[in-house]
C-alpha cells in the first residue's frame, strides 16, 4: 500500500505526493485542531495528524495521488484564499459550475450520470453550502479562489440579485473556460421586447437598452458571453414541486397583481438537460431558448394548482386589475437544431405526475 505525506506549514506549500501517483487530481484541504480531511477525486478522504504544533502538521493518507496546494492560513484557521496548482488535472468532461444553486445541482447530477469519472467544480459566494455541494460530488470553491488551470465546460448559474457588479462575474467565469468544450450562460427569457401577451420566439427583437436596468444588465452579459464564443440559453420562469411562482402565491393566498398575465414555464430538470444538451454539442456563440410551449395565465396556473389536489393550502384569487401583460414563448428552433425536448411538456402534466 503506497502512503501519501502531507505537511502543511502556516503561510507555506501544502504538498503530497505519493511513491507511485497513477493519476494525477485535485485536492482540497479542510482542518481543525483534532483532525484533517482531504477532497480528492469526488470524495472526502479523511487522514489523522502525526506532529502538529503552531507552525507546522504532518498527516499521512494510503491515496495514490500527486497534488499540490498552497494555504495561506495557519491550522485552525479558515482558507479565505487557496491556491490549487493542478496542470494536467482537469478532464475533457470536467465542468465549472459558477452559483452551483437549485438548477446547478440539477445540472451535476445530470452530468455525472452522463459523464461518469468526470469531475464538478462549484463556485460559490460564501461556504454555507459546500458540505451540501462536497455530499453530492461537487468540488466546492470560494469565488476569487485563485486556480492556475483553466476548464474545458463552463455553466454560469449565478442570478444577478447577489452580484452588484455582475457582467464582472461572468466576464472572470469566460477566463476560466479554456475553450474546448462550452460555456454556457443561463439568462432569462425577459430581454424579448413583448408585454402585451404576443407571441415570442428565439427571433423576437429585444428590449432597446436603455429602456430597463435589469434588461441592459442581461444584455450586457449576454454579449460579453456571445464576443467570448460562449452561447446563451434564455430560460422561462422555472419551476418544481415547492419552488416558483406557484408556491409563492400560494403561500401569500391572496395577490394584487393581474390574473391575465401570462407566463412561461420550465421545470428544473428541463432547464437542466437542456443546458446539458447545449454544452455537449460545442456550439460557439449561440442564443437558445428554454420553455415548455406552453403558456398560460397566472389565473391559469393557480386554478390548475387548486385543482390538483397536490397542494394542502388553495389559492384564493388575484385582485390586481392594472400592470404590464407577458408574451408567449416559443422554442420550436431550439428544439428542432438540438434535438431536444422537454420531460414535462406542460405545467398541468407535471401536476400530473405528483404522486
Given at each position: 500500500m503506497n502512503t501519501t505525506k502531507f505537511c502543511l506549514t502556516s503561510c507555506s506549500e501544502f504538498v503530497g505526493r505519493s511513491h507511485k501517483p497513477k493519476k494525477l487530481n485535485s485536492a482540497f484541504l479542510t482542518s481543525n485542531s483534532a483532525c484533517s480531511s482531504l477532497y480528492f477525486a469526488g470524495k472526502l478522504i479523511k487522514f489523522a495528524a502525526v506532529r502538529q504544533s503552531d507552525s507546522t502538521a504532518s498527516y499521512w493518507v494510503s491515496t495514490p495521488i500527486s497534488v499540490k496546494v498552497n494555504a495561506f492560513s495557519t491550522i485552525g484557521a479558515p482558507n479565505d484564499e487557496l491556491e490549487a496548482s493542478s496542470e494536467g488535472l482537469i478532464g475533457a468532461n470536467d465542468l465549472l459550475i459558477v452559483g452551483p444553486g437549485v438548477l446547478g445541482r440539477i445540472v451535476a447530477?445530470?452530468?455525472?450520470?452522463?459523464?461518469?469519472?468526470?469531475?464538478?467544480?462549484?463556485?460559490?459566494?460564501?461556504?454555507?453550502?459546500?458540505?451540501?455541494?462536497?455530499?453530492?460530488?461537487?468540488?466546492?470553491?470560494?469565488?476569487?479562489?485563485?486556480?492556475?488551470?483553466?476548464?474545458?465546460?463552463?455553466?454560469?448559474?449565478?442570478?444577478?440579485?447577489?452580484?452588484?457588479?455582475?457582467?464582472?462575474?461572468?466576464?472572470?467565469?469566460?477566463?476560466?473556460?479554456?475553450?474546448?468544450?462550452?460555456?454556457?450562460?443561463?439568462?432569462?427569457?425577459?430581454?424579448?421586447?413583448?408585454?402585451?401577451?404576443?407571441?415570442?420566439?428565439?427571433?423576437?427583437?429585444?428590449?432597446?437598452?436603455?429602456?430597463?436596468?435589469?434588461?441592459?444588465?442581461?444584455?450586457?452579459?449576454?454579449?460579453l458571453v456571445l464576443e467570448a464564443g460562449g452561447c446563451v440559453v434564455r430560460l422561462a420562469g422555472l419551476y418544481k414541486e415547492d419552488r416558483g411562482a406557484h408556491t409563492y402565491w400560494l403561500k401569500k393566498g391572496l395577490a394584487d397583481i393581474r390574473p391575465d398575465h401570462i407566463l412561461n414555464l420550465i421545470h428544473y430538470e428541463d432547464a437542466a438537460s437542456l443546458s446539458i444538451t447545449i454544452l455537449k454539442k460545442k456550439l460557439r456563440s449561440r442564443i437558445f431558448l428554454g420553455c415548455d410551449n406552453n403558456p398560460l395565465s397566472r389565473q391559469e396556473v393557480m386554478q390548475l394548482v387548486n385543482k390538483s389536489g397536490k397542494y394542502s393550502t388553495k389559492f384564493e384569487g388575484f385582485t390586481?386589475?392594472?400592470?404590464?401583460?407577458?408574451?408567449?414563448l416559443n422554442n420550436l428552433k431550439t428544439r428542432?437544431?438540438?434535438?431536444?425536448?422537454?420531460?414535462?411538456?406542460?405545467?398541468?402534466?407535471?401536476?400530473?405526475?405528483?404522486?
Open positions: 447530477e445530470k452530468w455525472l450520470k452522463e459523464n461518469p469519472g468526470s469531475q464538478i467544480y462549484g463556485q460559490t459566494l460564501t461556504t454555507d453550502h459546500h458540505d451540501e455541494l462536497i455530499k453530492m460530488g461537487i468540488i466546492p470553491s470560494l469565488k476569487g479562489t485563485q486556480v492556475t488551470h483553466k476548464f474545458p465546460n463552463v455553466i454560469f448559474c449565478a442570478p444577478p440579485s447577489r452580484n452588484p457588479d455582475y457582467p464582472g462575474e461572468v466576464r472572470e467565469a469566460t477566463l476560466n473556460w479554456n475553450g474546448e468544450g462550452s460555456f454556457l450562460f443561463t439568462s432569462s427569457s425577459a430581454p424579448y421586447d413583448c408585454n402585451d401577451n404576443g407571441s415570442c420566439d428565439e427571433d423576437t427583437p429585444v428590449v432597446p437598452l436603455g429602456r430597463n436596468p435589469k434588461t441592459d444588465n442581461l444584455l450586457t452579459v449576454e454579449t390586481g386589475t392594472t400592470g404590464p401583460l407577458g408574451k408567449k428542432t437544431e438540438l434535438g431536444w425536448e422537454p420531460k414535462y411538456p406542460s405545467f398541468a402534466q407535471f401536476l400530473e405526475s405528483l404522486e
